[in-house]
């Protein structure tokens, strides 16, 4: 009987001490702080180019360093300006601002080194910012990256003609990249010198957006001298006060004589057409530029063939053969 006692009396002892182990227990898992809670996963991303191709040149904007600037002439022997993702409109000379959705405002590292580079002040900056009718602007967020688009063998100096040691491929197309969250929420909002634009939220069904500026006209084949393109970098050092030529190492050496940036004062207002130039008018329906009754009477519905074969075909040759120029802000020099 003493054995039978002394058993159930440890039997209990050791269900209590089992008992009280497990209350103490539950008790300090109830006291332990909660396990943090699974992060929530970045949102994913995808990249939105946004491309530029014609005589542009940016800067950074003087009012915010997170903006950018991008500015080009409103010159003759150009259509206006052109905005394209899968919805698309035209712009007059003005001020327009893109919006662009939550992105990682990572800034771009330095430029490519075949982007052309050049220095202006503030004053000429501001001066061609307030030239209005003659120029586009856009102010954007700065990109994650400037991805050349296009390069072409060129000579780039700050006299003329440029020196053969100036060669180089230089960019003359890019692409501004953001690494968005969503493809949703890039619109445009602005104010042209003349008339009024409504805010267009642009359609990104494919990850591009363009600013194209398109000739006018085609170059007259008879013209080996891709005179189009030595008038479009003309027209934008002239608005931005720079002092830079181009020049296109296999064109004739007799193009110096006729290039426009040689005697900008006498190819002021873009020279006579050819008769190129009057049949691209006529298809395009630009006929302010056209003299003569029947040839307005021709022109009339004829589809916009110019226009269809940019986009459709990529027809290279329309293309301004000029760089893209990356400009740095300096201080004025004395008695600018």
């Not at 949703?184 to 363009?210: C, H, K, Q, W, Y």
Request: proline share 9%; with cysteine; net charge neutral.
């Amino acid at each position: 009987m003493q054995t039978e006692g002394h058993f159930k009396s440890t039997l209990v002892a050791l269900t209590g001490a089992l008992l009280a182990m497990f209350f103490l227990s539950a008790c300090q898992q109830t006291q332990q702080p909660a396990p943090p809670a699974a992060e929530s996963k970045a949102a994913p991303t995808e990249k939105v180019f946004i491309e530029f191709r014609g005589p542009w040149a940016f800067v950074p904007d003087p009012k915010d360093a997170k903006m950018l600037l991008a500015i080009a002439p409103k010159a003759k022997g150009h259509r206006d300006l052109l905005v394209q993702a899968s919805n698309e409109s035209t712009l007059g000379a003005g001020v327009y601002e893109l919006s662009v959705p939550a992105h990682s405002g990572t800034v771009a590292a330095t430029a490519d080194p075949d982007i052309a580079q050049a220095d202006i002040d503030a004053q000429r900056l501001q001066r061609a910012l307030d030239n209005k009718t003659a120029r586009y602007v856009i102010r954007l967020p700065v990109p994650e990256a400037y991805v050349i688009a296009s390069r072409h063998r060129i000579r780039l100096d700050t006299r003329y003609p440029p020196d053969a040691s100036k060669e180089k491929n230089f960019a003359t197309a890019i692409s501004l990249r953001y690494d968005v969250s969503s493809r949703n929420g890039f619109s445009l909002a602005g104010t042209p010198d003349n008339g009024t634009f409504n805010p267009l939220l642009l359609e990104v069904e494919t990850p591009m957006i363009r600013f194209v500026i398109i000739p006018g006209q085609f170059d007259d084949p008879n013209d080996r001298c891709n005179s189009h393109s030595r008038e479009s970098f003309r027209a934008l050092t002239a608005l931005l006060a720079l002092k830079l030529y181009v020049d296109i190492p296999n064109d004739p050496a007799d193009c110096h004589g006729k290039d426009p940036q040689n005697h900008p004062a006498a190819n002021a207002e873009g020279g006579s057409w050819t008769r190129l130039g009057r049949l691209v008018a006529l298809l395009s329906e630009n006929l302010a530029e056209v003299q003569g009754a029947n040839a307005a009477n021709i022109g009339r519905g004829i589809p916009d063939y110019q226009h269809a074969a940019m986009y459709l075909f990529g027809l290279p040759t329309l293309d301004c053969i000029i760089p893209i120029v990356m400009l740095r802000p300096v201080p004025a020099a004395p008695n600018s």
